[in-house]
């Protein structure tokens, strides 16, 4: 067994690199959140205009649809809790898309944002695929939420040091030729 390594250039020249996520799907994102994180600022906006307005004297509660208090205040509550999260899920992306998984002749890297995990073949010492099931119940709801059930499938792969790389489907058809036979598989389910 080759000694334990983080060097990228461990796993062999010319590696097939993998991007964290496809880039049409990561500009979509990048447009679609940022859209609708400054939407939602600007409906902010436009609700302090309104208040402005009305020199903020305002009912708390107005019975003719106009603005008052509690309207201003779940205006904002609103829209500055849904920009937060878009902003929120746009950060995600950003992370996410900077994760590359590189496959060589020697062995796997994923480098994501700081920090870099490699693994080479005859470091493995288990592979165990993990079935992410999930099955929404309960009355009714679980009859419209039905429509929602979906397995995912991973491989965790584990060094021998009790590192592991979490694989997807994917990624498991480029490597698993290259596995030593003798490394021990298992399988097991999580509900989600």
């Given at each position: 067994?080759?000694?334990?390594?983080?060097?990228?250039?461990?796993?062999?020249?010319?590696?097939?690199?993998?991007?964290?996520?496809?880039?049409?799907?990561?500009?979509a994102?990048?447009?679609?959140?940022?859209?609708?994180?400054?939407?939602?600022?600007?409906?902010?906006?436009?609700?302090?205009?309104?208040?402005?307005?009305?020199?903020?004297?305002?009912?708390?509660f107005?019975?003719?649809?106009?603005?008052?208090?509690?309207?201003?205040?779940?205006?904002?509550?609103?829209?500055?809790?849904?920009?937060?999260?878009?902003?929120?899920?746009?950060?995600?992306?950003?992370?996410?898309?900077?994760?590359?998984?590189?496959?060589?002749?020697?062995?796997?890297?994923?480098?994501?944002?700081?920090?870099?995990?490699?693994?080479?073949?005859?470091?493995?010492?288990?592979?165990?695929?993990?079935?992410?099931?999930?099955?929404?119940?309960?009355?009714?709801?679980?009859?419209?939420?039905?429509?929602?059930?979906?397995?995912?499938?991973?491989?965790?792969?584990?060094?021998?040091?009790?590192?592991m790389?979490?694989?997807?489907?994917?990624?498991?058809?480029?490597?698993?030729?290259?596995?030593?036979?003798?490394?021990?598989?298992?399988?097991?389910?999580?509900?989600?």
């Amino acid at each position: 067994m080759t000694a334990l390594t983080n060097d990228p250039k461990a796993i062999g020249p010319e590696p097939r690199v993998m991007p964290g996520l496809d880039l049409p799907n990561v500009i979509a994102g990048h447009i679609l959140l940022g859209s609708f994180s400054i939407g939602m600022l600007i409906f902010v906006g436009w609700i302090w205009k309104v208040a402005a307005g009305t020199g903020f004297q305002m009912p708390f509660f107005d019975e003719n649809g106009d603005m008052g208090w509690a309207l201003f205040a779940f205006g904002n509550v609103f829209g500055i809790g849904l920009a937060g999260l878009f902003l929120f899920f746009w950060w995600v992306i950003f992370k996410v898309s900077q994760t590359r998984i590189s496959v060589g002749p020697n062995g796997v890297c994923v480098k994501g944002p700081g920090s870099v995990y490699v693994c080479l073949w005859d470091q493995i010492v288990r592979v165990n695929k993990v079935t992410l099931v999930s099955r929404p119940k309960g009355g009714a709801a679980g009859a419209v939420l039905a429509a929602m059930d979906y397995d995912v499938i991973n491989h965790e792969l584990f060094r021998s040091d009790g590192e592991m790389i979490t694989a997807d489907e994917k990624l498991m058809r480029l490597i698993k030729d290259k596995l030593p036979t003798e490394v021990p598989w298992t399988s097991e389910q999580r509900a989600v």
